[in-house]
């Protein structure tokens, strides 16, 4: 994470240095991606640079997250669209995102596809382990419609929470790398809506309820 150093820069010059960290991350995998590049796109002293951040995999870090959580607020917005549904939700932010990819936009979430595109080898569950989880799911509680769910529990609707993003994130994440494959959105939508439907088979007497 970024030092109070980097917290205390006027935000133009916050901005100035992650732009060229985004335009660096999205023209390059992380391996091939440049300190030396970008600090002189954003016109920053090699030695200010650490002061600022540990190191490339510390920015690399703090610029997902940032970006991560301009996906969160995204799927809130989309949540309020959706009247509370969480399963029409999760497939409005994949067309969201794949559709700002096609037309890149830096520092947005077009942004974050095209860098998610270009480090193909990253680990799936990357994704997950630069979210905090619990706060997350605090946020999109508030905006989720309880009677959509079949909630019987007090822990349901946080477990219910968990399961979606555990499985959606991933797929989200496949798709974004595929450049928005219409297959890759087909399986997000048949694996929302499987879980929608729930996976026991029902009994007759329910059936005719």
Partial sequence: MPTATFLNLPPEKQERLMDAASREFASK?????????????????????????????????????????????????????QGGDVFAALLYLYDYITQKREAYD?????????????????????????????????????????DLLDLRRERDLGDLLGVLLTVAVPLIYAGLQSGGDPEHREHLANILAILQRGMAAKSKREENE
């Fill in 106 to 146: 830096l520092g947005g979430m077009g942004a974050m596809a095209v860098i998610v595109g270009q480090n193909s080898g990253m680990q799936k569950n990357a994704l997950l382990e630069m979210v905090d989880s619990g706060a997350v799911m605090a946020r999109l509680r508030e905006k989720l419609n309880p």
């Fill in 29 to 81: 995998p992380y391996n091939e991606a440049s300190i030396n590049r970008i600090i002189q796109e954003a016109g920053v002293p090699r030695g200010s640079f650490y002061m600022y951040f540990q190191d490339k995999e510390d920015l690399f870090r703090y610029l997902v997250q940032g970006y991560m959580d301009q996906m969160t607020m995204v799927l809130e917005e989309a949540l309020v669209r």
